[in-house]
């Protein structure tokens, strides 16, 4: 394909075309390096582009939820640590008065 046709619809039919044609999931190694470029400005990581072409199942929102419970672990985690922090805190403080 020439350059000027590597618009996002194209790039799309050209890996719907390639999954087709070999029954399987296309790979980077199938296209061109400008091609390849082509379909991961548009699309970004490579399996998101076979996503949104439906070639592979749309995963966005387990993707979502795992990072909203790394978030809350990593909060949880934090607030773990300030409340053991502040209780040392206190320990120190109790035991400097006495």
């Given at each position: 394909?020439a350059?000027?046709?590597?618009?996002?619809?194209?790039?799309?039919e050209?890996l719907?075309?390639?999954?087709?044609?070999?029954?399987?999931?296309?790979?980077?190694?199938?296209?061109?390096?400008?091609?390849?470029a082509?379909v991961?400005?548009?699309?970004?990581?490579w399996?998101?582009?076979?996503?949104?072409?439906?070639?592979l199942?749309?995963r966005?929102?387990?993707?979502?939820a795992?990072?909203?419970?790394?978030?809350?672990?990593?909060?949880?985690r934090?607030?773990?640590y300030?409340l053991?922090?502040?209780g040392r805190?206190k320990?120190?403080?109790?035991?400097?008065?006495?």
């Open positions: 394909m350059e000027n046709d590597l618009t996002k619809e194209n790039c799309m050209m719907r075309a390639t999954y087709k044609q070999l029954e399987r999931y296309p790979k980077k190694s199938d296209f061109t390096v400008e091609e390849v082509a991961k400005s548009y699309f970004g990581p399996p998101r582009a076979l996503e949104a072409c439906g070639i199942p749309d966005s929102a387990e993707r979502e795992a990072k909203l419970q790394k978030r809350i672990a990593a909060k949880r934090q607030t773990q300030k053991e922090r502040q805190l320990e120190q403080t109790d035991d400097k008065k006495q």
